[in-house]
């Protein structure tokens, strides 16, 4: 079974940087497309950025645009989010997300990791 374990969270000061990391573990067969969310105490989740499978598309939420970037490795069955210029707003639980196929199906499956907490402080 596949799962997503995140890392890279912790506490950083205003115009601060982070660099959160999502690895797939078990059997992979096929990663489609990746992204991560967040989730801000007392707020709905929401998107942060998507990369597809060639790492040639992405798409970022208009709060991040120009300051996080979204990258992958597909030879680790990874994900990454670049946060530079971290703002207080940007404090929430970061989960990483991936379309994975699942040969039992057969069909892609969204994954979800366990999220991990990065705080701004102003």
């Known amino acids: 079974q596949v799962q997503l374990v995140e890392s890279g969270g912790g506490l950083v000061q205003t115009g601060g940087s982070l660099r959160l990391s999502c690895a797939a573990s078990?059997?992979?067969?096929?990663?489609?497309?990746m992204g991560w969310y967040r989730q801000a105490p007392g707020k709905q989740r929401e998107l942060v950025a998507t990369?597809?499978?060639?790492?040639?598309?992405?798409t970022y939420a208009a709060s991040v645009k120009g300051r996080f970037t979204i990258s992958r490795d597909n030879a680790k069955s990874a994900v990454f989010l670049q946060m530079n210029s971290l703002k207080p707003e940007s404090t929430a639980l970061y989960y990483c997300?991936?379309?994975?196929?699942?040969?039992?199906?057969?069909?892609?499956?969204?994954?979800w990791g366990q999220g991990t907490l990065v705080t701004v402080s102003s």
């Open positions: 997300t991936a379309d994975s196929f699942d040969v039992d199906s057969p069909r892609y499956r969204t994954l």
């Open positions: 078990g059997i992979v067969y096929s990663l489609n497309d």
């Open positions: 990369i597809s499978n060639s790492g040639r598309e992405t």
